[in-house]
């Protein structure tokens, strides 16, 4: 009964690599976010996307395309790998009214060597 | 930019002892939310506090919030080692997403 779930769970993958992750959620909310953190712990949005449409898009290289295919899901694409896009990178969604709580995946760690 | 930095960056506590933790930000908020990060997984909500409402309670968590000095405390009475985590706040401003912090590592020794 997993509320927001990702896959995979760990990556490792060489540089120059295209890999995905993907993300679904089966709460009903109209918003999924793609967050990033580093290994300081810092997490930062990348994107939100809201019932398929993209309404935030942070400073990310274009290297990170996110694709929503219907508001349940949002997958995150990621081409010509570099190692400094080794992180976590964590899945989540809301009702899109600000303030709403997010509910967030268990993460992908994903490694570039 | 970063909003929400939470203090201290580590704290360690007996078991028992109550763990605070505090958080500032920069710009007016509609709300501040705390959420808790086991080692290895995904963040979890805790409690949200609203920019007109000065203390909530839930459980064993107290969180306060001074929107004239910008800031907010979590305070986790009786601690208990499944407590240790990692804790950070976020605000949001009206339609903008959530802003989180670097967070505090939280260990509570048994």
């Known amino acids: 009964d997993t509320a927001v779930s990702q896959t995979p769970k760990y990556l490792v993958t060489q540089m120059g690599n295209d890999k995905s992750i993907k993300c679904e959620q089966n709460?009903?909310?109209?918003?999924m976010y793609w967050y990033k953190q580093d290994s300081k712990k810092f997490l930062k949005i990348m994107f939100s996307?809201?019932?398929?449409?993209?309404?935030i898009n942070e400073t990310v290289p274009n290297r990170f395309s996110p694709k929503s295919p219907d508001k349940a899901h949002l997958n995150l694409h990621i081409n010509s790998l570099e190692l400094g896009d080794s992180a976590v990178y964590f899945c989540?969604?809301?009702?899109?009214?600000?303030?709403?709580?997010?509910?967030f995946g268990e993460g992908s760690w994903l490694t570039v060597v | 930019s970063q909003q929400g930095e939470e203090d201290p960056q580590a704290l360690s506590i007996q078991e028992g002892e109550n763990a605070t933790m505090n958080c500032s930000y920069k710009?007016?908020?509609?709300?501040l939310q705390w959420y808790r990060q086991n080692s290895g997984r995904g963040l979890v909500h805790l409690i949200l506090?609203?920019?007109?409402?000065r203390e909530k309670h839930s459980g064993r968590l107290r969180v306060t919030l001074d929107t004239s000095k910008k800031s907010s405390s979590l305070l986790i009475t009786a601690s208990r080692a499944a407590d240790t985590a990692s804790y950070f706040c976020?605000?949001?401003?009206?339609?903008?997403?959530?802003?989180f912090g670097k967070g505090t590592r939280l260990s509570v020794i048994a």
């Open positions: 989540a969604s809301s009702q899109i009214q600000p303030g709403n709580t997010i509910y």
């Open positions: 709460l009903g909310h109209d918003t």
């Open positions: 996307y809201n019932n398929k449409e993209l309404i």
């Open positions: 710009t007016s908020i509609n709300n």
């Open positions: 506090i609203r920019s007109n409402e």
């Open positions: 976020a605000t949001d401003a009206g339609n903008t997403p959530l802003v």
